[in-house]
């Protein structure tokens, strides 16, 4: 069955603490898998996109790794600030599905 | 970048009256867009495929009649929440393919339509 499963729910940080937000998934056959931020009461806005052949991918203060061997990805947010807090969405498409995982709600703290 | 809109942004309505979302990308041409339903702390959920001139899809669980898509141009999709009532309220957002495949597929997301039925 095809999966997408994140991790911690939620969390909470202070401003300027980095994080990491994880990502497993059960989908195959793989084509990429997608780092999403949606703020509350808006759309999601890409941040990454990864391919198989890909393990690391950045803009600006966010991270994104891939192990596509053993089908898990990360999100690292460097210094993060108050603007940072969000939903963040895992997405994963395979050949015609795109599974959306239930997302990390992270709320920064001044 | 690829933008998509949609309108209204909000829309509050009576038991029973039917809505029209619009969803529309500004500045490529889509040939599928995707309609979502998402409810408070939950993720989103497809609800139907839209194809340019051609019949939608339709997720498991989603009245088709219902909930009405119209893909008429390359730029614009509409849902129709017909006969809305209090738990159709949600947040509906729509999202867009470019027409110009590539290898990476992705979407382009619309900032959502919340839906209030009273």
């Known amino acids: 069955k095809n999966q997408v499963e994140q991790s911690p729910q939620s969390l909470i940080i202070l401003e300027g603490k980095n994080c990491t937000l994880q990502?497993?998934?059960?989908?195959?056959?793989?084509?990429?898998l997608r780092w999403y931020k949606q703020d509350t009461g808006r759309g999601p806005v890409s941040l990454t996109i990864?391919?198989?052949?890909?393990n690391t991918k950045s803009n600006g203060r966010y991270t994104a790794t891939l192990d596509a061997d053993t089908k898990q990805s990360s999100l690292h947010i460097t210094a993060s600030q108050l603007s940072d807090s969000a939903s963040y969405i895992c997405?994963?498409?395979?050949?015609?599905?795109?599974?959306f995982g239930k997302g990390t709600r992270l709320h920064i703290l001044p | 970048g690829a933008v998509v809109s949609q309108h209204p942004s909000w829309v509050i309505c009576k038991s029973g009256t039917s809505v029209k979302i619009e969803c529309r990308s500004l500045?490529?041409?889509?040939?599928?867009m995707f309609w979502y339903r998402q409810f408070p702390k939950q993720s989103l959920m497809l609800m139907a495929t839209?194809?340019?001139?051609?019949?939608?899809?339709?997720e498991q669980g989603v009245e088709k009649d219902k909930f009405l898509i119209n893909h008429a141009s390359l730029t614009l999709s509409t849902l129709t929440v017909t006969s809305a009532h209090p738990e159709d309220s949600s947040f509906y957002i729509c999202?867009?393919?470019?027409?110009?495949?590539?290898?990476?597929?992705?979407?382009?997301f619309g900032p959502g339509t919340r839906l209030t039925v009273l």
């Open positions: 999202s867009a393919r470019d027409r110009v495949p590539s290898s990476l597929d992705e979407q382009f």
């Open positions: 990864m391919t198989f052949s890909e």
């Open positions: 997405v994963v498409s395979a050949r015609d599905k795109i599974i």
């Open positions: 839209s194809n340019e001139g051609s019949k939608a899809t339709y």
């Open positions: 500045d490529f041409q889509a040939t599928t």
């Open positions: 990502c497993n998934y059960t989908v195959s056959p793989f084509s990429n």
